[in-house]
């Protein structure tokens, strides 16, 4: 059965890094669109980043310049790479695998506070 198994999320202080691992199994995944996603306490679950199967990416305004989403597909894994971390980064991020249908992971959470 499809799973995905987000890893590395924490505290960090504001313009800080951190990397977040999704790895995935059960899946095809060199066939998946990988795509992390974020949800906040009282907002609606939003399209962080996402790359396909030949390395296309796509980023949240918010959030060019300053995260770097990429995958192996020799190991499974995507990620999601954030530097210059802020206050409003601060959510549950969600790994979700799309093909012929969709998969989530359990999600991990980042927050962003001094």
């Known amino acids: 059965q499809a799973q995905l198994m987000e890893s590395g999320g924490g505290l960090v202080q504001p313009g800080g890094s951190l990397r977040l691992s999704c790895a995935a199994s059960?899946?095809?995944?060199?066939?998946?669109?990988m795509g992390w996603y974020r949800q906040a306490p009282g907002k609606q679950r939003e399209l962080v980043a996402r790359?396909?199967?030949?390395?296309?990416?796509d980023y949240l305004d918010s959030v060019k310049g300053r995260f770097t989403i990429s995958r192996d597909n020799a190991e499974n894994t995507v990620y999601l790479r954030m530097n210059s971390l802020k206050p409003e980064d601060t959510a549950v991020y969600y790994c979700?695998?799309?093909?012929?249908?969709?998969?989530w992971g359990q999600g991990t959470q980042v927050t962003v506070s001094s």
């Open positions: 979700n695998a799309q093909f012929a249908r969709s998969y």
């Open positions: 059960g899946i095809a995944f060199n066939a998946y669109v």
């Open positions: 790359i396909t199967s030949g390395g296309n990416t």
